[in-house]
């Protein structure tokens, strides 16, 4: 039996209304891991209505995210979390396993971290990064001589651990929205991929 579409449509908007309701008081008021919730009901929307709806839900959700706090958080919804939202529905849907679907979702969201960099940059004029990684120089250059490391610490090493630290907070906040994912969805009974094993165990 196909969907009717007036119910499409009306879920699509409730959950669209939900997203930008959570990033608005989750902005102002900050709660431990509500930034999980970012992407779930955008994947809510792939999985029962597919990639059109989903679209629409995103875009609505930019929409209602711009006339309430401006076009710059709206982009900051936008990317990385909207458009993650969108890949977990499609490898979700797929049943691409947490090996694949975790690692590519991570990379979108340090890429997503990377354009907000830039964005911010772009809105302060200037380079938020450079600023960020000379103000971690001269820490580090303070505490080493504290722990008797007397070795200056290298801009390019600095650079390359803050690259891994995006990337490792990325993949933990992942990791995290998969485990919440297949533990919401096990009781609204919408299947997506099970954990690996070992995960599973310590989730039960």
């Not at 409730?14 to 900050?30: G, V």
């Not at 772009?122 to 380079?127: D, H, R, S």
Request: charged residues 5%.
């Amino acid at each position: 039996m196909p969907p009717k579409p007036a119910l499409v449509i009306v879920e699509t908007a409730f959950l669209a209304s939900a997203t930008a309701i959570i990033f608005l008081i989750n902005f102002y008021f900050p709660l431990p891991f509500v930034r999980l919730l970012y992407p779930l009901p955008t994947v809510i929307v792939y999985l029962r209505w597919g990639a059109r709806s989903a679209w629409v839900a995103v875009i609505v959700t930019s929409l209602l995210l711009t006339i309430l706090m401006g076009p710059t958080r709206s982009l900051q919804y936008l990317v990385p979390h909207g458009l993650q939202g969108i890949l977990l529905g499609y490898l979700w849907r797929r049943g691409v396993s947490w090996f694949l679907s975790v690692p590519i979702c991570t990379m979108l969201g340090a890429l997503g971290t990377a354009f907000q960099l830039v964005l911010i940059s772009v809105l302060l004029a200037e380079n938020v990064w450079l600023y960020s990684i000379i103000q971690a120089s001269g820490f580090l250059n303070w505490l080493l001589p504290q722990l008797g490391i007397l070795d200056q610490p290298d801009l390019m090493a600095i650079q390359a651990l803050a690259i891994a630290g995006i990337i490792g907070s990325n993949f933990l906040y992942l990791l995290l929205v998969h485990i919440g994912a297949w533990l919401l969805f096990d009781r609204l009974q919408m299947a997506i991929p099970a954990p690996p094993q070992w995960l599973e165990t310590l989730l039960q």
